[in-house]
């Protein structure tokens, strides 16, 4: 069932009552973008579901709303535990690696949230794992300090049931991450890749990789990119540096900030075509991200 399959809504509403709805709905949109932006790892999906919960609150009976911010999250929530079944199905049949949808941090890092949490590329792959109920308690709990009671009251399980959700996620993502490094020596590392990949120096790149280092390539099927993981610190490198004589002709690298990380803005004749960024641990570099989907990369690519 979702959030307003019971919802009255009113036959019209006075110029003033809409403005003043319109003004709820844009003191809360951050939080309600970073709620849905953190449960689907997408963007654009994020974008839409915002833009129904405003249709559904501005046809809302909105006199009955006790708590506009808790019903708010309530809708985008639900809305999104909806949406995240719907893209497991559509991202089975997803052309190579799928890679969460870069988001432009630079203007506002917590997009909402009083905290970074679940925003960075890692995580958010770490909770493509979780069923869409841990995942929603995850956000609600790590990211924005929601009570316990209160998430239980949005994703409708008990509060004994949404303890023992966000324990689990948090429990996955705990161990299926490496201590990550700090900002500033993921940047370090961020540029000597660059440098490495660009040069095509083989002996660089492998003192930069763990070992168990995966790189990915997301291209979605519209570009050419690698279609499985390349997986260990040599293989890694020598498929670098195998198509660094081409792939780096006339690139202008940009460096900027998606999710919270430093990434490079790989740009061709002032078109951004790949945002590339790593993840790093005391190991060295654990994951390459090189997320090349033209359909996905518009938000960086907007100020890159």
Known sequence: MTVADDVPTSESGGPEDLEQAATIFAGLRPRLFGIAYRMLGSFTEAEDLVQEVWLRWQNYERGTVVNPAAFLATAITRL????????????????????????????????????DEALGFAVLLLLERLSPNERAAYVLREAFDYPYRQIAEIIQLSEAAVRQLVSRARKHVRTGRRAPVTGAEQRRLLTAFVAAARSGDLAALEELLAADVTSYSDGGGAVRASRIPVVGALRVARYVRAFAAHFWVGVE??????????????????????????DASAEGIDRVLWMMNPDKIMAVSAVG
Request: hydrophobic residues 40%; proline residues 6%.
């Open 80 to 115: 999104a535990i909806n949406a995240v079944q719907s893209a497991r199905v559509r991202r089975e049949t997803y052309v190579g690696p799928w890679l969460p949808e870069p988001v432009d941090t630079g203007a506002d890092p917590h997009l909402g949230a009083e905290r």
């Open 253 to 278: 690298v940009k460096w900027g900030s998606a999710n919270g990380q430093a990434c490079a803005l790989l740009c061709r004749d002032g078109v951004v075509f790949t945002v590339l960024t790593v």
